[in-house]
């Protein structure tokens, strides 16, 4: 009988790794990305010209408790559509499929972002965590996080920030320092 326990103890705690790990990738990944963005940017090689688009995703579910939440939040959903009255080159997308259980279609991705479909597709990826944010620039992923800590703690800032660059960087082109 102990053994059995002890067999069912084993897949329980393989179960459970298993469930945490998309979100501990995502997390991963995240940190990867950010401190990759980070160096880059304090060597100057993060190129966001004026004119190139910044995609936010928000992956969402209709039937998901804490997307509900999220939506419903003044610093939600809602700021989420005014970024690109802030910032023009910014641009907000939801992907809000039909069901928690439910997996992602194509239809639900604008033809400038098909690439991100494509690619969560390739790796049986199509039913992420929700609330999931993401932030792609240059077509790829630079940021990718779940939750609503993450959205308002890491996404806005890093929108943000990304602006701030971008801002630095054409008011540098705009004024080029002369030299002596």
Same mark, same amino acid.
């Given at each position: *009988?102990?053994? #059995?326990?002890?067999?069912?103890?084993?897949?329980?705690?393989?179960?459970?790794? =298993?469930?945490?790990?998309?979100?501990?990738? +995502? #997390?991963?990944?995240?940190?990867?990305? %950010?401190?990759? %963005?980070?160096?880059?940017?304090?060597?100057?090689? @993060?190129? $966001? !010209?004026?004119?190139?688009?910044?995609?936010?995703? +928000?992956?969402? +579910?209709?039937?998901?408790?804490?997307?509900? @939440?999220?939506?419903?939040?003044?610093? !939600?959903?809602? =700021? !989420? *559509?005014?970024?690109? #009255?802030?910032?023009?080159?910014?641009?907000?997308?939801?992907?809000?499929?039909? %069901?928690?259980?439910?997996?992602?279609?194509?239809?639900?991705?604008?033809?400038?972002?098909?690439?991100?479909?494509?690619?969560?597709?390739?790796?049986?990826?199509?039913? /992420? /965590?929700?609330?999931?944010?993401?932030? @792609? *620039?240059?077509?790829?992923?630079?940021?990718?996080?779940?939750? $609503?800590?993450?959205?308002?703690?890491?996404?806005?800032?890093? @929108?943000?920030?990304?602006?701030?660059?971008?801002?630095?960087? %054409? +008011?540098?082109?705009?004024?080029?320092?002369?030299?002596?």
């Amino acid at each position: *009988m102990f053994r #059995q326990i002890a067999v069912l103890l084993c897949h329980l705690v393989c179960v459970s790794a =298993l469930a945490a790990e998309p979100a501990a990738v +995502a #997390q991963q990944n995240t940190a990867q990305s %950010s401190a990759v %963005s980070e160096t880059k940017a304090q060597r100057g090689k @993060v190129v $966001l !010209g004026r004119d190139d688009p910044v995609y936010v995703v +928000a992956h969402s +579910a209709v039937d998901c408790p804490i997307c509900k @939440v999220w939506r419903k939040s003044s610093s !939600g959903l809602p =700021l !989420g *559509m005014k970024l690109s #009255q802030t910032w023009p080159h910014v641009h907000f997308v939801l992907i809000d499929r039909a %069901s928690l259980r439910g997996s992602e279609d194509e239809s639900l991705y604008p033809p400038e972002l098909h690439f991100l479909y494509q690619e969560r597709r390739d790796r049986y990826q199509l039913s /992420p /965590p929700t609330p999931l944010f993401e932030i @792609v *620039m240059h077509n790829r992923v630079v940021l990718r996080l779940a939750g $609503l800590q993450a959205w308002n703690e890491q996404v806005i800032p890093s @929108v943000q920030k990304l602006e701030g660059m971008r801002e630095s960087a %054409s +008011a540098a082109e705009a004024h080029p320092a002369t030299q002596r």
